[in-house]
């Protein structure tokens, strides 16, 4: 009989800090502030016949790299339908209800993301996960599942599950 196992990765440094602002309406958004978001991963994947499902350390290494990706940036919601988006030379001008923002850059990523929120950030990071088809297959990964948490005791999940065999 085939055993699975659930491992929980939340480490100190599996974590991101970023700037930005929730939108929830056409007219009505967050002011622009800055959160240190953990990100916690739970990896399901059967338990070999040597009594581990996979290197702990591959899986930490790559989540780490997927946060530092992401880490001391004003995050911006590229997908959102309430933001229109400029290139203005070294700067984005992201345009909200007729207010401009210009923001350099350097310290601006565009997310395909619908909205700042924990939520999307989770997904985010989860499909970034899963873009490595080669890493999850090799390891039998059968669920996925990526926290972002703005805050103690406010946590965003998104979850996969592999295909049925």
């Known amino acids: 009989m085939e055993q699975l196992t ?14 930005h602002f929730t939108i929830f309406s056409a007219t009505e958004r967050e002011r622009l502030h800055g959160h240190n978001f953990a990100v916690r991963l739970a990896v399901t994947a059967p338990v070999g016949p040597d009594g581990i499902c996979f290197s702990y ?12 990706a992401i ?3 004003t995050l911006i919601p590229a997908l959102s339908p309430h933001l ?3 290139d203005d030379g070294d700067y984005h001008v992201v345009i909200f ?3 401009r923002m210009p923001l350099l850059k350097s310290d601006t990523l565009l997310l395909p993301i619908r909205n700042s929120t924990v939520e999307e950030y989770a997904r985010y990071l989860l499909e970034q996960f899963l ?11 059968r669920r996925l599942e990526v926290s972002v948490s703005s805050g103690p005791g406010q946590w965003g999940n ?3 599950h592999a295909p049925e065999k």
Not at 57 to 68: F, N, T, V, W
Not at 131 to 141: E, G, T, V
């Open 6 to 19: 659930t491992i929980e990765l939340s480490k100190e440094d599996t974590k991101f800090s970023a700037a």
């Open 57 to 68: 350390g591959e899986i930490k290494e790559k989540l780490r790299a997927l946060c530092a």
């Open 71 to 73: 880490d001391e940036y």
């Open 84 to 86: 229109i988006i400029e």
């Open 97 to 99: 209800n007729g207010e």
């Open 131 to 141: 873009a490595d088809h080669a890493f999850n297959w090799q390891r039998d990964i």
């Open 158 to 160: 998104c979850v996969w």
